[in-house]
């Protein structure tokens, strides 16, 4: 029996499972994203889900499961049409959601359905690679067989980061890794360091291990190889939502499970993922220069039409219509049944199909998807052209434009640089997925300050004073909206955009990251010459430290008002708010009986905001509002500790935020005892807590002193009877 | 479509197959399964089967186009097919064959053959592939002019009063056919076998061999002659940057020979001292130009200046009956810049965010070179050795059946602009 069961276990582990999220959850390629999925966009000519799912193919994964969530029909008909489902081999099943909106929501869907059986493969349909798994995957099996704890593989890659804009050749922010370099196991990982140009690693790291490398200069694939624990890692932490912000730092914090993740680093095979325009840019001269090797255009890995490859990296699709004064430079895609004319110049750009470019054109270092008219003396440099766009002769594109589908440019207009023009109007900010995108931003250290210097203000002020958005803005004829960058997104877009940094920019962020070396430099003086820290400067650190809990504290506490506040406005259950607040605390580090105060402190305002007149009418407003919450505060009040954390809350009210509440102390105390919300113990602890403070801080226990007075009357009646 | 087929094309579109030698065994099987599967119909049965092979051969060669021993492989079953039928037909008819002629034009149509002279000259190209060459050459050629006649509408005229022995033919036709594809699998597997046994003539005492790369036929030529109590050392240049020539040398030294292993550059320096070089071919072509390793113009270039012999190992699904037109390109294939460079190493040249955001770093990595014929002093296949005129001759014979497939290098060659 156990013979067969172990025999059934080898049979289910054999297929190699992977999981594709064919949905990035962010909204850095909108507004191309708002019409058509990020992993149907084409790359160097073929749907980038095309590359991931070839690479995997070869890579002899049997089962994929392709993750639908944005535009998930498309995905499918896609699928369907181009006969990825019928391979020998290699099945590809979809799964699909609407209401994912991260990652982890994914592959707790995932988990649900019970469809992994063993390690599995979890890539973004974005990916671009041609590693082989299988060194990868022994070792991920060699260290399960040892330690059951090594959940999942991380695939890595050399790659320097610029040394100017801090960020890699991908435009990802520079990743800091600490790495054990005999186990290869993972110790730290941040990708979202400050400017400021430190890092605060944990002394235990350095204790704990005989040797750690720390290292700037590689690049996250976002290639995973994992156990099927991590699904189920997923579903218990249900506030995991981002793979590495949220899963990775998670478990490498956490050591009470004893999780490990390990890397595995790969030399000479490529591997990147398409994260925003920079990166497409990148990945698509990578794939001209054939790093990508075998998935390459004049390969035909799959579906994409026959390329041939000329002399100087030149590759050409047949039925090409050319005119013989037209000069296309080196590392030029052209594809199938475009039409060039006269003194018309192209370089390092990728021309999809059907294009008709009219003559004297200059085109530099563009992204020009299918079916695009492009008409006689158009300029444009480093953008990206999508479907069915027209460009009305002598139209301009500037560096960083995104002309996204079947827009249409007015004639002689110049598009302004980095701008994004589409037929869709820029949504408002409050949807669901900026949101998301504001969340992520949150959490992560604030934004530097736009350094673009004042002429992309000026641009900005500029375009807010043209005509109502009801009217197109893209020039005489023109079809579109462009849409306007967000305020302290300009750094983003630069760093994010197609086109390369210019000089200028180049020199303006060299200056700062100067200034900001030199100001720790100038303290560094001050200090003592041996390096030791004085007595002083000891002090200065914990009070530092005591006032980051402290902002934590009152952040975390803002934040829990606002959950509760849209509870109450959306008429939330219960439930729903508990796992909310839940999550704040666990992403705050605070204990259960912050949470009891803040919440306690949520619904006194609650009762505050109400309109009321006199003190009786307060006073109706908190009976009614605690019997509605009842349960909910119910629920953080398991002990004595968090009841004594709600009265001193109270009390700090009445004598700073709220005021109003102070004559009716001893009522609504009074109330909370008969609602059994607070117990006697709790009240005579306090009162006892309270009998060494100061003259000023005990107003309230003698205005509560009878109450008091008779609770212990009673207790001791009790303890007679 | 046949799964065989289907899998096999994804293999060769993504390049998971490697070797000319590998892809023409391959190649043959897949053909051979093909064949074995289809069901003929009871009249035009050659002509079906060259139907279904053609298609299949075309889907083929354009998985891969610059693997020419493809569209050997498929060349050489068309021959197979045709030659079994007319020699099947030669029996049945017998004296009939004469009267055939007449229903040549309908032919022609059908099946775009250029000509009798042609069928005939392929069937004797065959043969001299084949060992027994002179007399079945003569032979056939009378009976290959049958070739149209049955092929496509032998029915007609003599369909009534053969129909008794058409099963028979029929499957007499597909078990020859099948019969002679085993014989061309086999002759792949075994030609450095055939090649090698030749060795000893052109391998003399005390002589210095210099090759580049590495090449299973070029190591098992050395081997004989070393079983053969030849002494003789080898040079063995490696092969940058597959570096196979370290493989190479590995498995001389294994089987006892003196060995001494140069980089590329130091070839010219080297060549002086050597008496003979023997390289491995990846295609000779039509015109006897070689298709090989990248560096070989190089080694063939010093060893003219230094009147070196120059030697080509090539099996004979190595013979390809193309002409190159400009083979540094169209007969090329780039491969992966990170077998030059680390590209960790190299990132920071390939940063696109700044300055012009052209790429300034170019790395180019063709697997191969064009080695013109005059450069080559002896061809040796499976069948002797020859020169590289001579070459010429084999090659073109096997093209002319060619209602096959061409690999599109001649149109390409239109739509290059010098």
Known sequence: MVAKKDEEEELARTPLQAIILADSFTTKFRPITLERPKVLLPLVNA??????????????????????????????????????????????????????????????????????????????????????????LKEHKERRRNDSNAVMTMVIKQSKPSPITRQSRLGTEELFMVIDPETKQLLYYEDRVNLKGYLSLDKA???????????????????????????????????????????????????????????????????????????????SKDIIQRWTYPLVPDVQFFGNSATKLERQGMYRAPEIKQSRLSKIGPFTVIGTGTSIGINTEISNSVVGEGCSIGANVTIEGCYIWDNVTIEDGCKLK????????????????????????????????????????????????????????????????????????TLDKLNEEERTELPDSQEYDVGDGGVGFIWLVSEGGQEEELRHSVAPIPVDKLVAIMQITNDEVDIPNEDGSFLPPSGELGPDSITNDSNEDAEDIRD?????????????????????????????????????????????????????????????????????????????????????????????????????????????????????????YDQDIIQEEAILDWASEKEGAEESDKVFVKQSEKFIQWLKEASEEEEED | MNALVTEFIIKLKKRKIEGSKATAKLTAEVLRSCISQKRLPHTHQAAALIDAIRTIGEKLIAANPVELAIGNIVRRVLNIIREEDVSLTAAAVGGLAVSAGSDDEDDFKQDDHPGLSAAAVAAAARSTLRP??????????????????????????????????????????????????????????????????????????????????????????????????????????????????HALAKELVARGLQTTVITDSAIFAMISRVNMVVVGAHTVMANGGVIAPVGMNMVALAAQRHAVPFVV???????CPLYPHNPEVLLNELKSPAELLDFGEFSDCLDFGSSSGSPLLHVVNPAFDYVPPNLVSLFITDTGGHNASYICSINISEVTHSAEPKTSCRQEVLSWIY
């Open chain 1, 382 to 453: 480093h953008s990206i052209v999508c479907d069915g766009v027209t460009m009305n002769s002598g139209a301009a594109l500037e560096p960083g434009v995104v002309l996204s589908f079947k827009v249409v440019v007015g004639r002689n207009f110049l598009v302004p640089a980095y701008s994004k023009v589409s037929l869709l109007q820029q949504p408002i900010k409050q949807d669901s997925d900026e949101e998301l995108e504001y969340a992520d931003n949150s959490s992560g250290i604030p934004e530097v300050p736009s350094i673009s210097g």
């Open chain 2, 132 to 245: 027994p060459s002179l007399q079945t050459l003569l032979e056939d050629i009378p009976q290959s002019t049958a070739v149209p006649h049955t092929s496509s509408s032998g029915g007609d005229s003599e369909g009534k009063s053969k129909s008794a022995d058409k099963n028979s033919k029929s499957r007499k036709l597909k078990h020859n056919v099948i019969e002679a594809v085993n014989e061309l699998i086999q002759d792949i597997v075994t030609c450095h076998e055939q090649i090698a046994e030749q060795a000893v003539e052109h391998i003399h005492h005390n002589e210095v061999i210099l090759t580049l790369g590495n090449s299973r036929t070029v190591m098992e030529f050395l081997c004989a002659a070393k079983e053969k109590k030849r002494s003789f050392r080898v040079v063995v240049a490696e092969g940058a940057p597959r570096y196979q020539g």
């Open chain 1, 47 to 136: 749907p980038m889900i095309d590359y991931t799912l070839a690479w995997l193919e070869s890579a002899g994964v049997e089962e994929v499961f392709v993750f639908c969530c944005a535009h998930s029909k498309q995905v499918i008909d896609y699928l369907d049409k181009s006969n990825w489902f019928g391979q020998p081999n290699f099945s590809v099943t979809t799964i699909e959601s609407h209401n994912a909106i991260s990652a982890g929501d994914a592959l707790r869907l995932i988990y649900e359905q019970q469809v992994i059986r063993g390690d599995f493969i979890l890539v973004s349909g974005d990916t671009v690679s041609n590693m082989s798994l299988s060194q990868a």
């Open chain 2, 313 to 319: 190992l090539a099996g004979a699904h190595k013979l």
């Open chain 1, 205 to 283: 790291l350095l204790t704990d291990n005989t040797s750690i490398s720390l290292q700037n200069d590689k690049q996250d694939c976002y290639i995973d190889i994992c156990s099927p624990e991590v699904l189920s890692l997923f579903t218990d932490n249900f506030d995991y939502q981002h793979l590495r912000r949220d899963f990775v730092k998670g478990l490498l914090v956490d050591d009470i499970m004893g999780y490990k993740i390990y890397t595995h680093e790969i030399h000479s095979s490529y591997a990147a993922r398409i994260d925003n325009y920079r990166s497409y840019d990148t990945i």
């Open chain 1, 552 to 672: 934590d504290s009152i952040i975390f506490e803002r934040e829990v008002e606002a959950t509760f506040q849209r509870a109450v406005e959306e008429d939330v259950t219960d439930d729903h708010v508990i796992l909310e607040v839940n999550s704040l605390r666990l992403s705050y580090n605070m204990a259960s009986a912050d949470c009891a105060g803040a919440l306690f402190y949520s619904v006194m305002k609650l009762a505050l905001d109400a309109p009321h007149d006199s003190p009786n009418e307060l006073y109706k407003n908190v009976v009614t509002t605690v019997r509605k919450w009842k349960k909910l505060l119910k629920y953080y009040l398991p002990s004595i500790d968090e009841e004594i954390e709600v009265i001193l809350k109270f009390e700090e009210m009445c004598l700073e935020s709220a005021k109003e509440y102070s004559p009716l102390f001893l009522q609504v105390l009074h109330h909370l």
